[in-house]
């Protein structure tokens, strides 16, 4: 079993939807929490950095956290076709233990069709 | 804004080369990153560096080797590239402490 699940989806949905991407993990160990968005042939953007449990929003984007379920989720408000792209959840313990080392989803390919 | 850069977006090389892909970041960071992506795997941690001439295995190290002779700069070796070396490299670098990762627009390789 993976540490970090992920649907891949592709998730398509119609242009102004509110979109809900959402990743589970085993490792109760993990405290930070992050959403990257990757365009076709491009690296992967950084779009959400969240520490420990509860919520956190920026523009259209809410990152949602609920460590109690080893679940979070990223939703997308008004959606538009530019916001079709592959998000990878990413996810890691306390420095002094696991350093900087990432575990990612693989990531759910979502289509915004305008 | 963070800037990683590397060399080269598409590589194809031959099977037992030896291949270097060049990472360069621009904002002093001390930690720096070589991970592959590869469809349904993600992203998978190959080595990493949290100082000069400082180097870490990550989760897939067998083949590969990295050179960190200055802060900004981190290259990851193919000794001798094999068939199942072919895919996307992906380079990131951050601050230090609890700090987010950014990344590079990767390196499309193929190993024919």
């Known amino acids: 079993q993976k540490e970090v699940e992920q649907d891949p989806g592709p998730l398509s949905v119609p242009e102004g939807a509110i979109v809900s991407l959402n990743c589970t993990y085993s490792?109760?160990?993990?405290?930070?929490f992050m959403w990257y968005r990757q365009y076709s042939r491009k690296g992967p953007e950084l779009l959400m950095y969240t520490y420990s449990s509860g919520n956190k929003e920026d523009g259209r984007f809410t990152a949602q956290v609920d460590k109690s379920s080893k679940y979070i989720s990223l939703f997308i408000r008004d959606s538009q076709p530019s916001d079709s792209a592959t998000y990878l959840c990413?996810?890691?313990?306390?420095?002094?233990?696991?350093?900087?080392?990432?575990?990612f989803g693989a990531g759910t390919i979502l289509r915004v069709k305008s | 804004d963070v800037k990683v850069t590397q060399s080269s977006r598409y590589l194809v090389k031959r099977t037992g080369e030896k291949v270097f892909l060049e990472c360069v970041q621009d904002m002093d960071h001390e930690n720096m990153f070589w991970y592959r992506q590869d469809p349904g795997l993600g992203l998978r941690l190959i080595y990493f560096?949290?100082?000069?001439?400082?180097?870490e295995k990550g989760d897939i190290p067998e083949g590969y080797s990295v050179s960190r002779e200055k802060k900004e700069r981190f290259s990851l070796i193919l000794e001798s590239a094999s068939t199942n070396q072919t895919s996307m490299y992906l380079c990131a670098s951050s601050l230090g402490g609890n700090q987010p990762q950014h990344f590079g627009d990767g390196t499309r390789l193929s190993i024919l």
């Open positions: 490792n109760s160990a993990f405290q930070y």
């Open positions: 560096s949290y100082d000069v001439k400082m180097k």
């Open positions: 990413a996810m890691r313990g306390a420095l002094m233990e696991y350093g900087n080392k990432l575990v």
